[in-house]
């Protein structure tokens, strides 16, 4: 199985626990791709943002950069202290800089609300953390086949 090695992905998990166990299920996948986290709303929108603010003061073209550092899909948990991940989605899904960012929501709620909100809001997928280590190996292997190896995201502007 070939990654796309130099396409980060994005992780907003406040668990570390959490964290562990999908660095852990990733590693076993050979996924290589670059990890970043954030384990809180603030600091995706921080983290986001820097890039942008990075590249200008270097005096770079601001938009290769983004393209160049900007994670290709973000997995969003939605429980985070601070700005939950239901604003963070919103926030992202509204500005024309990060919209074109696919976003895979990953927690543990599986209420029919939370779930239609999301996707109104523009998430791109719905997964539910299931409590089994099977059930949830499962899940991830779905994400990493589909969102890091099968998907073509759209070419950026």
């Not at 852990?24 to 600091?43: A, K």
């Not at 929108?45 to 900007?70: C, H, I, P, T």
Request: proline share 6%.
């Amino acid at each position: 199985m070939t990654k796309k090695l130099h396409e980060p992905l994005l992780v907003v998990e406040d668990s570390n626990e959490d964290f562990r166990m999908l660095q852990r299920l990733m590693r076993r996948m050979s996924v290589q791709n670059p990890i970043h986290r954030c384990t809180n709303g603030d600091e995706v929108l921080e983290f986001l943002y820097q890039l942008g603010n990075d590249a200008y003061a270097k005096g770079e073209d601001l938009l290769n950069s983004k393209v160049a550092l900007r994670p290709s899909v973000i997995l969003l948990d939605l429980n985070l202290p601070g700005i939950d991940g239901r604003d963070i989605l919103d926030r992202l899904k509204q500005d024309k800089s990060f919209k074109g960012i696919p976003i895979v929501v990953f927690t543990t709620s599986s209420n029919p609300k939370d779930i239609e909100l999301c996707y109104q809001k523009g998430a791109n997928g719905y997964l539910v953390k299931p409590m089994d280590a099977l059930e949830l190996k499962k899940t991830i292997q779905a994400f990493v086949d589909y969102w890091l190896d099968a998907n073509t995201p759209p070419v950026l502007d």
